[in-house]
């Protein structure tokens, strides 16, 4: 292959074109490579020569190319796409031409056409490292190809751990489909802004993620892969929750101060409090006991919501002292919140 390449004219080229070259023997390992060729590899010339051909291309041994049978007339042509990995470990994606001669070396010449690799070279480093947000580069096969800081605070993951692994380690078992739908939108060119989901972390944590998703295109605008920007938004979640349980209590108190005020009959006034306890306090069950001296206990004068036998079923007894009237109300909070399920006023 030397003796090939020792035209003038064609050192020239090699030594200048903006396009990968490779020169390989029958055994697949490297006999030089052009300065382009090393720069998009992150290999010196020393280094390439020292590799094979399965250390860079995706699969291993894809492109082989069978020689030819004759002459270099007869050189046997093979164009594809393929996948290199740099020696950082990124990957991208080219347009390979590939040339077997009848001794069996091979001449292979590339040209990057994705985008889409570990080094995050479309978004500056200083940017994708400060982002207060979850920055992930992923191809269309659904492997990981960039992973700011940010990712790693929220995911758990280092980058060195997931970068190369499929993104759906993220996603959990009930939200497969949802990779599927994202997928084809994203194949169509389309954004997806503001995906409110779930995605796993490392230690198995379920969280709440608000994702938009930008198409990422190759130098020849077809759809390589996508961005992912997502933010947790799990504490916000949690600070509206608690802001709309205060604002039901406060109507469900309104509405408890109008019916004192208007209400003349006992019975009527505890009907009406666990009524609204109930619809706009946001209380499964509101009850109001009546203390009953004979029986040293609570007796249940009111309830509302879903009791189910439970308010009967209760027992409220005195606890020492003289027995004394008390009205008592219990609620339980049917938001889903574990610390907030249930309270009582006495």
Avoid at 17 to 26: C, K, M, P, R, W
Avoid at 278 to 289: D, S
Wanted: charged share 25%.
């Amino acid at each position: 292959m030397q003796g090939r390449a020792s035209d003038v004219c064609f050192r020239n080229l090699f030594g200048h074109i903006e396009t990968g070259v490779l020169l390989a023997d029958s055994g697949f390992h490297f006999v030089d490579a052009n300065p382009t060729a090393c720069r998009m590899l992150g290999y010196s010339r020393d280094e390439m020569s020292r590799l094979n051909a399965s250390d860079v291309a995706l699969p291993a041994g894809a492109g082989h190319v069978p020689p030819a049978s004759t002459g270099a007339e007869n050189a046997i042509f093979h164009c594809q796409a393929q996948s290199f990995r740099r020696s950082d470990g990124s990957i991208f994606s080219a347009e390979t031409l590939s040339i077997g001669f009848p001794d069996g070396s091979l001449l292979r010449i590339f040209r990057e056409i994705g985008r889409i690799q570990a080094s995050s070279r479309e978004l500056p480093g200083p940017i994708t490292d400060s982002s207060l947000d979850a920055i992930v580069g992923r191809d269309l096969d659904g492997i990981v190809r960039s992973w700011n800081a940010r990712a790693q605070s929220i995911f758990g993951y280092r980058a060195d751990e997931i970068i190369g692994t499929p993104v759906a380690r993220l996603i959990p078992n009930d939200r497969k489909d949802e990779e599927d739908v994202l997928l084809g939108r994203l194949r169509r060119g389309e954004r997806v802004d503001h995906l409110e989901t779930v995605r796993t972390t490392k230690d198995g944590r379920l969280i709440d993620v608000s994702v938009t998703f930008s198409p990422i295109r190759d130098e020849r605008g077809q759809i390589a892969g996508a961005w992912a920007i997502a933010r947790e938004f799990g504490g916000q979640k949690k600070r509206t929750r608690h802001v709309e349980r205060l604002s039901r209590l406060n109507a469900a108190l309104g509405q408890i101060d109008q019916a004192v005020g208007s209400t003349t009959n006992r019975q009527a006034l505890f009907t009406r409090v666990c009524a609204a306890l109930v619809h706009r306090g946001g209380f499964c069950l509101a009850w109001v006991g009546w203390f009953d001296p004979q029986a040293g206990k609570l007796l249940p004068a009111a309830a509302a919501g879903n009791h189910e036998g439970y308010v009967q079923a209760i027992e409220v007894h005195a606890i020492g002292g003289p027995p004394r009237d008390v009205v008592h109300q219990e609620g339980r909070f049917c938001d889903g919140c574990a610390s907030d399920q249930s309270g009582s006023i006495c």
